[in-house]
């Protein structure tokens, strides 16, 4: 009989984890962390497969898995059944749950709650919530209570109607001071690692040098330590044109429309099912059951 746990506890890094402190180390080496979004166990799978650092469970589900204009709709629950199957399929990569929009905004005990969820439910590794000045609390909440949390800073999607759309944010001397400066404070707040989201590269590249915890750009340019793709617009199952900061890497939506319309008219002309798809039965019991 063994005490042991046959899975490790929640917060437990399990075997071949990337250790959380290794993501500094990829930094301080100069190397560039790959991370991309997933929403469900294949694509955790092939991730880790793929040799993806950090999966990134994003609240852009709400836009390209669950059909919402935006991300502002996604729940917890919904967050929730998504980054367990993700942790399902992924061994190695940290996996990093978005917390939606409304799960963290109200109070620390709030976010501390559903950030523990992640974890515990979810086997989340860390979690990423949107934004500094009011949010700096949280950060300094969740992080004191032994959860990782990502930053996000720039064109933060939840709030994309208060910045004026989805649009870069840091053109102006202001607002790239104020970028800079809230790049610094998550750090002294705790955060593991910033996602750094459509801004002009040289704002992007000076709080990349200011902190000592992973950038990671999306629409940031390329001194980012890391860059963050989302899994749809990467494999082309988002409808054209993509952002200016997306690479098409594959057209799996057309690849898949193809699959499914031979798919279509082979049922329709009899081609599919064939012969070896299907099952027989030895010839006695089938006399029998024709009696
Ligand atoms: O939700 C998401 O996918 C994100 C990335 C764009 C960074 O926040």
């Known amino acids: ?3 042991r746990p046959r899975k490790p506890a929640p917060g437990t890094p399990a075997p071949g984890k990337l250790a959380l402190p290794e993501l500094a180390q990829l930094k301080a080496r100069r190397q560039p962390i790959a991370m ?4 469900d166990a294949p694509s955790g799978r092939l991730a880790d497969a793929a040799g993806a650092d950090l999966i990134l469970v994003g609240d852009s589900a709400a836009m390209t898995v669950l059909g919402h204009d935006s991300t502002v709709p996604a729940t917890m629950e919904e967050m929730l059944v998504l980054t367990r199957a993700v942790t399902r399929g ?5 996996v ?6 409304g799960s ?12 523990i969820r992640f974890v515990k439910e979810a086997g989340a590794d860390a979690v990423k919530l949107e934004g500094a000045g009011s949010m700096l609390d949280r950060v300094r909440a969740l992080v004191g209570a032994g959860i990782p949390v990502m930053g996000h800073l720039g064109l933060t999607p939840q709030s994309a109607t208060m910045l004026g759309g989805y649009r870069a944010q840091g053109r102006t001397a202001a607002s790239a001071q104020r970028l800079y400066d809230a790049g610094r404070a998550l750090e002294a707040a705790g955060c593991c690692a910033l996602v750094l989201e459509a801004m002009p590269s040289v704002v992007a590249e000076r709080i990349t040098r200011a902190v000592g915890i992973p950038t990671i750009g999306i629409g940031a340019g390329p001194s980012c330590d890391g860059q963050v793709l989302v899994w749809h617009d990467l494999l082309g199952l988002t409808p054209d044109p993509a952002p200016r900061f997306v690479e098409r890497y594959a057209q ?11 798919y279509a008219r082979d049922v329709r002309d009899g081609t599919f099912p064939g012969e070896r798809h299907s099952y027989g039965i030895p010839d006695a019991e089938r006399a029998a059951f024709e009696k």
Do not use: K, W
């Open 36 to 39: 991309v979004t997933a929403y």
């Open 104 to 115: 963290f905004q109200v109070s620390d005990e709030e976010a501390m709650h559903n950030a």
């Open 96 to 101: 990093v749950a978005d917390m939606p929009f």
């Open 252 to 262: 799996l939506g057309t690849e898949i429309r193809s699959a499914l319309e031979r």
């Open 1 to 3: 009989m063994t005490t």
């Open 90 to 94: 992924a061994r190695r990569p940290l």
